[in-house]
């Protein structure tokens, strides 16, 4: 309803316009000159000059429509504001004057005194519907730009929903939909004034235009890679007008104009903590990752005990070793026979395909059986249960280990070893599925030709685990085998051999999460920032986005610090 609505609105004020010119004054059409700009300034002098902050409340709310390029395309707004915005803004304020040309006792309620008394009722309506769609494109235009900003890195993690399968752009953002709900009334109740609001909005809505003109300056000479004279010419000419314009606001400043100006430095101090704590975090993360020819000079054991099962470990890499993993070669005693570094990335499309979800690669010589899996998933996507998740991943790494055996998969490079996606469709090669069940006993994997790996005291305390679980949902067991057949090589057979083992044996997750802390030496601001600001929004935003449901018996998180 919201574009009929507006459409609407738009009508009704060019219509009311034309009205008005046509009834009241037909002359005004002259206004038109940019002669009655000078003969305006003549006339009124500086009075002149201060009452351009409130002809500027003429046009604040279209700019709002920019702010929705995150929902349409330029295009459409470029021809809606041409075509249909300012003409119609401008046929309504030329029938205002008209009308108060010839009747200036109504100034200060001129736009309902000057609609005809037939239509006033429905045109109160059409106005009332069209406020709150002014209000809610101001609200997801805010929702846009905070998920711009999140997505560089410059605003606190925060729910994203995403309202559409069809359009990436539509969102949801609950936090921010309560954070300008009480900014709202907060303003309206603290300043209980229309004039002081006015004053406020004025200076916010000219400051943007302002920042705005000097921000397309550096993208004509920058991005656009124009003349930097080109560049200058068009930031003096519209900077010069928009000056005028801010210089007018700014005396309005402690008359309700102090607002937008507190706001926004408390929006910047927050956008710039938490881009220069994330920033410095995930260099450190860069810096300090595993070298390859450290782990090659460990051998395959890695220098401690290799016992049967798999370590998941979640990182925000795509590529190479995170540093959390140098924590346990050094200081643990053993570790998973099997290791797989995953990274869960979201893409930007409603659901991804079961077949182009998993992007598995080998890290290092077969022998130290170090993989990597990339999980990918749409914003609509609704991830299944663990155990869904384990015997896929498992299926996947399998197959990548036929394909990488046999030559007949696209790698992608990567610094640290091949990547390939593993398809639905080839797993069946390698893995039989013989039984899928729902209860305790009969689901349970069984491989007869590996080795158990768990002690007396470990299978109590997992099947324990596993009728408490229960008690509350029915959870599906798979068991696989691995088929005799002749085509698969010795080598390929023993690797597969080893992840089945280590599948039986169970599966770990480790979660590793990484803190900043200022150096003893460093100076208050940086300590402020960084151990008081930084924590502080760290602690009170969501976690990151791990997108799978991690059972609580198998999680290890580890926390590491950086001193910058």
């Known amino acids: 309803m919201f574009a009929p609505i ?25 206004a038109l000159s940019p002669y009655y700009i000078y003969l305006f300034f003549r006339e009124t002098g500086k009075d002149g000059w201060i009452s351009l902050g409130g002809i500027l409340l003429c046009i604040t709310g279209t700019e709002a429509m920019f702010a929705d390029l995150g929902h349409f395309t330029s295009v459409s707004i470029r021809v809606a504001f041409s075509c249909v915005v300012y003409p119609c803004l401008v046929l309504q304020y030329m029938g205002q004057a008209a009308f108060i ?18 239509v006033f009722w429905p045109v109160f309506v059409v106005a009332s519907l069209a406020a709150i769609v002014a209000s809610q494109a101001v609200i997801s235009a805010t929702f846009s730009i905070v998920k711009q900003c999140h997505a560089l890195g410059c605003f606190p993690r925060v729910k994203v929903v995403h309202t559409s399968r069809w359009i990436y752009g539509q969102i949801y953002i609950p936090e921010i939909n309560w954070i300008l709900m009480v900014l709202c009334l907060a303003v309206t109740v603290g300043l209980q004034d229309t004039t002081l609001i006015g004053n406020a909005y004025g200076i916010a809505c000219m400051a943007v235009m302002y920042v705005t003109t000097w921000l397309m300056a550096l ?11 080109f560049g200058l010419v068009f930031l003096l000419f519209f900077g010069s007008i928009e000056a005028v314009y801010i210089s007018s606001s700014y005396i309005k400043v402690l008359q309700g ?5 507190v706001l926004s430095a408390v929006f910047m101090f927050v956008m710039y903590i938490w881009h220069y704590g994330t920033r410095r975090k995930y260099l450190l993360d860069v810096q300090n990752k595993v070298s390859m020819k450290w782990i090659l000079t460990l051998g395959p054991s890695l220098g401690i005990v290799r016992v049967p099962g798999i370590g998941l470990i979640y990182t925000e890499l795509v590529t190479g070793v995170p540093s959390i993993f140098t924590h346990f070669v050094t200081n643990l005693p053993a570790f998973h026979q099997v290791l797989v570094f995953v990274c869960v990335k979201s893409v930007p499309v409603p659901y991804v395909a079961q077949d182009e979800r998993y992007l598995i690669g080998r890290i290092g010589p077969k022998s130290y059986r170090l993989y990597r899996c990339i999980v990918r998933y749409g914003y609509k996507d609704v991830p299944k249960d663990d155990d869904s998740f384990e015997n896929n991943l498992v299926m996947s790494i399998s197959e990548f280990i036929q394909m990488e055996a046999e030559g007949s998969a ?51 305390l997992q099947s324990f685990y596993e009728r408490e679980s229960l008690r509350g949902s029915r959870r599906s067991h798979v068991r696989f085998e691995i088929p005799d057949a002749d085509y ?48 502080f929004l760290r602690k009170n935003c969501r976690r990151p986005a791990v997108t799978l449901n991690i059972p609580h018996i198998s999680l290890i998180e580890v926390g590491m610090i950086y001193y910058v």
């Not at 996606?421 to 305790?440: C, K």
């Open 257 to 261: 104009g102090w607002l937008p100006l």
């Open 219 to 229: 993208v004509i000479i920058f991005v656009w890679d124009r003349n930097v004279l």
């Open 488 to 535: 698969l090589d010795q080598d390929v057979k023993e690797e597969l051999m080893e992840l089945v083992e280590a599948k039986q044996a169970g599966v770990a997750y480790v979660m590793g999460h990484s803190y900043v802390k200022a150096r003893r030496n460093s100076s208050f601001l940086k300590k402020f920032a960084i151990d008081v600001a930084y924590s």
């Open 101 to 118: 040309s010839k009747n200036l006792a109504t100034i200060p309620t001129s736009f309902y005194a000057s609609i005809p008394k037939p």
């Open 410 to 460: 696209s790698f992608d490079g990567s610094a640290d070893g091949r990547m390939a996606v593993v398809r639905d469709s080839d797993r069946q090669r390698t893995w039989v599925v013989v039984s899928e069940s729902n209860n305790t006993n009969e689901g349970i994997e069984e491989i007869s030709p590996v080795r158990s790996s768990k002690s007396d005291t470990l299978q109590s």
């Open 6 to 30: 507006v459409i609407l609105w738009l009508l009704c004020i060019a219509a009311i316009g034309i009205y008005n010119i046509v009834v009241w004054n037909p002359r005004i059409y002259k």
